[in-house]
């Protein structure tokens, strides 16, 4: 058990930041331009305090042990508050900066955050919006990413995160104009060559709602790269399900929409999910207040 009724110091928790990211004393020590046997010695002190190791030391190098990986979290909030303080400092009209990270599944990377960094870039050209698509789901308590845009399909266990808004973007049947121009004057979904998952993502949206509305479901053509089914639905290979995000309806695409409306499954609950130490510092803040502002955008052009 830690210690009662302790203070860590801010130099303590840069000391133990520098040997994680370094992965080394020696390392870390050079980074922080002390001694190693001081930084040792420092972190010695620490673990002392705080009546727990917090790494384990072998000729590979360094681990944390459990009550670091507790402590982590914090420390990497420390970190960024630590960050925003000195930028703060500098001068009261300083421009919000500084990397945001943000994590998406596929479709909504490419088709709401990619469009969406252009706004960003306008309101505060000093933030760098950082995307990490991809299915894996990363940890927002321990800091591997600041804001995630989430299927709502479930209620959230973690009380530290915060749901700070939610809509169910609508989808739609899109496909070239050459395509659509060659369909016959009356079509279904059957009529149609897909577009669809392929491999470990197979049971991802749209393939199990495709497989339930045409009977023995076959795609033309499947990947496990989101880009390149739209890339090939631009070629005329098919008809792929899209969101029907603001840059797809204000502005003229390759790809049209076609006659079949896509069902609710299609589209459940997208959530801005964000943790609460998080949440007010300004950087993370100024990209939050302009997702929300494009969900309110959204339902207005949609009527939602």
């Given at each position: 058990?830690?210690?009662?009724?302790?203070?860590?110091?801010?130099?303590?928790?840069?000391?133990?930041?520098?040997?994680?990211?370094?992965?080394?004393?020696?390392?870390?020590?050079?980074?922080?331009?002390?001694?190693?046997?001081?930084?040792?010695?420092?972190?010695?002190?620490?673990?002392?305090?705080?009546?727990?190791?917090?790494?384990?030391?072998?000729?590979?190098?360094?681990?944390?042990?459990?009550?670091?990986?507790?402590?982590?979290?914090?420390?990497?909030?420390?970190a960024q508050w630590a960050a925003e303080a000195?930028?703060?400092?500098?001068?009261?009209?300083?421009?919000?900066?500084?990397?945001?990270?943000?994590?998406?599944?596929?479709?909504?990377?490419?088709?709401?955050?990619?469009?969406?960094?252009?706004?960003?870039?306008?309101?505060?050209?000093?933030?760098?919006?950082?995307?990490?698509?991809?299915?894996?789901?990363?940890?927002?308590?321990?800091?591997?990413?600041?804001?995630?845009?989430?299927?709502?399909?479930?209620?959230?266990?973690?009380?530290?995160?915060?749901?700070?808004?939610?809509?169910?973007?609508?989808?739609?049947?899109?496909?070239?104009?050459?395509?659509?121009?060659?369909?016959?004057?009356?079509?279904?979904?059957?009529?149609?060559?897909?577009?669809?998952?392929?491999?470990?993502?197979?049971?991802?949206?749209?393939?199990?709602?495709?497989?339930?509305?045409?009977?023995?479901?076959?795609?033309?053509f499947t990947s496990d790269d989101y880009s390149?089914?739209?890339?090939?639905?631009?070629?005329?290979?098919?008809?792929?399900?899209?969101?029907?995000?603001?840059?797809?309806?204000?502005?003229?695409?390759?790809?049209?929409?076609?006659?079949?409306?896509?069902?609710?499954?299609?589209?459940?609950?997208?959530?801005?999910?964000?943790?609460?130490?998080?949440?007010?510092?300004?950087?993370?803040?100024?990209?939050?207040?302009?997702?929300?502002?494009?969900?309110?955008?959204?339902?207005?052009?949609?009527?939602?």
């Amino acid at each position: 058990m830690l210690r009662n009724e302790m203070e860590l110091q801010w130099d303590d928790i840069r000391l133990f930041l520098a040997i994680c990211e370094s992965g080394s004393m020696s390392k870390a020590a050079r980074y922080l331009k002390v001694s190693q046997p001081t930084l040792s010695r420092k972190i010695a002190d620490l673990e002392y305090m705080l009546g727990e190791t917090l790494f384990v030391r072998s000729n590979h190098g360094i681990s944390l042990t459990n009550t670091g990986k507790r402590l982590l979290p914090a420390a990497q909030g420390m970190a960024q508050w630590a960050a925003e303080a000195n930028l703060s400092l500098d001068t009261k009209t300083s421009p919000v900066s500084g990397v945001v990270s943000i994590s998406a599944a596929p479709s909504f990377a490419f088709d709401f955050l990619a469009p969406f960094a252009e706004t960003l870039k306008r309101k505060h050209p000093q933030i760098t919006l950082k995307v990490i698509s991809g299915m894996k789901r990363l940890n927002l308590s321990r800091g591997e990413v600041d804001i995630a845009l989430r299927l709502r399909k479930t209620s959230y266990d973690d009380p530290d995160l915060i749901i700070l808004d939610e809509i169910r973007i609508p989808t739609g049947v899109y496909a070239s104009r050459e395509y659509a121009q060659n369909l016959p004057e009356k079509y279904d979904f059957y009529d149609l060559d897909w577009i669809a998952w392929a491999d470990e993502h197979e049971m991802l949206s749209p393939n199990p709602e495709l497989a339930a509305k045409i009977p023995e479901f076959r795609p033309i053509f499947t990947s496990d790269d989101y880009s390149v089914q739209v890339a090939a639905c631009q070629a005329g290979v098919g008809a792929m399900v899209l969101l029907k995000t603001l840059h797809r309806l204000k502005h003229s695409s390759e790809l049209v929409e076609l006659d079949l409306k896509a069902s609710p499954a299609f589209s459940p609950p997208l959530a801005i999910i964000c943790h609460k130490r998080l949440v007010d510092l300004p950087k993370v803040r100024s990209v939050i207040t302009l997702l929300r502002q494009e969900f309110e955008e959204l339902r207005k052009i949609l009527d939602l």
